[in-house]
């Protein structure tokens, strides 16, 4: 049963709207001073994305409700030996987010369609949570677009059914009754947000005030309660790729972190048995964003399937 806090939670949340605040890209990237914010306009959206290093180009696809600063671990390094692209997808972050329908083929076609727009032929993409389905959903409609495949925690085609953690379950719950995800979302504050993010680490002492605040003043961006509300209520279209994971040819890599609440390793293990041509990886004391809870063996593992 979904604990009685978040029932109680997700009621009382409409009660404590707040005003949305403006959309204000920054004119540099505090946690990483040495990378450059540019925008991509892809059919009359703003793309928010950074990008660094030389070499085959790659592609960081952060979750549902995040941003490029959960890849804040891997830029650096991945730059080293390759042009690292990071982006917030559209509704996310600091792009634009639009009153559409957020569903799997928007984000996936975003993909593509920044992949024009930077003149990227062929990439190998790297997605956590929402991100890594977006990843194999690139594989399987544009497949010559892409050159292998890191999935960490990713999502499965029957992304509602799986799903584990409370705050998911309860949003679950009261997806198809009218206005109240939105609600819940607009009135989101900082200890349901807190709650949320301690769910998607085994170590709650990295979620600093400096952490919740980042994430926290993504979510209140106008236009945000719109993007996640819709995303959510259109999960459950990704079943139409449900039993076609097997189609996907490229070398892939599963990492999973441990202890994830949100999706448990059994969830990667068996995506892992539908692709004849993948890897899994557990990585130990990590839950949901393994690469940014612990980014050391997250690396190393990385850069081992790259150099393959």
């Known amino acids: 049963m979904i604990r009685l806090r978040w029932i109680v939670s997700s009621l009382s949340m409409p009660f404590l709207w707040k005003r949305p605040i403006p959309l ?3 004119q540099r990237i505090d946690w ?3 990378l450059v914010p540019q925008t991509l306009r892809i059919k009359g959206n703003h793309i928010f994305y950074v ?3 030389e070499g085959k180009p790659l592609i960081l696809i952060h979750g549902y409700g995040a941003g490029i600063w959960v890849w804040e671990r891997q830029i650096d390094i991945l730059a080293q030996s390759h042009r690292v692209y990071a982006l917030d997808l559209i509704g996310h972050g600091f792009s634009d987010r639009p009153k559409i ?3 799997p083929e928007t984000y996936i076609h975003c993909l593509r369609d920044f992949m024009d727009g930077v003149e990227i032929d062929q990439a190998t993409l790297i997605g956590n949570s929402m991100g890594g389905g977006i990843a194999w959903g690139v594989a399987l409609l544009f497949p010559k677009r892409v050159h292998r495949l890191v999935l960490i925690d990713c999502v499965p085609p029957d992304v509602l059914d799986q799903v584990k953690n409370d705050s998911f379950r309860m949003l679950r719950a009261i997806k198809d009754i009218p206005f109240l995800p939105y609600l819940v979302f607009s009135g989101g504050n900082k200890n349901a947000l807190k709650r949320i993010l301690h769910e998607c680490v085994s170590n709650p002492h990295l979620v600093t005030a400096e952490v919740l605040n980042r994430q926290l003043r993504l979510s209140r961006t106008q236009g945000s309660s719109w993007a ?3 995303t959510f209520r259109n999960a459950e279209k990704a079943l139409a790729f449900k039993g076609k994971l097997s189609q996907i040819y490229h070398p892939t890599l599963f990492l999973w ?3 994830d609440r949100v ?5 990667g293990k068996t ?3 539908e692709l004849t041509q993948s890897k899994f990886q557990v990585i130990e004391k990590s839950g949901h964003i393994p690469m940014w809870e612990t980014p050391d063996p997250v690396n190393r593992v990385i850069l081992s399937f790259l150099r393959e």
Do not use: D, W
Request: hydrophobic content about 25%; overall charge neutral; cysteine-free.
């Open 24 to 26: 204000i890209r920054p």
């Open 101 to 103: 329908p957020y569903t």
């Open 51 to 53: 990008a660094k290093g």
């Open 32 to 34: 990483n001073p040495s």
């Open 263 to 267: 999706f448990p390793p059994s969830v």
């Open 257 to 259: 972190g441990e202890e």
């Open 228 to 230: 996640l509300a819709s």
């Open 271 to 273: 995506l892992h048995q």
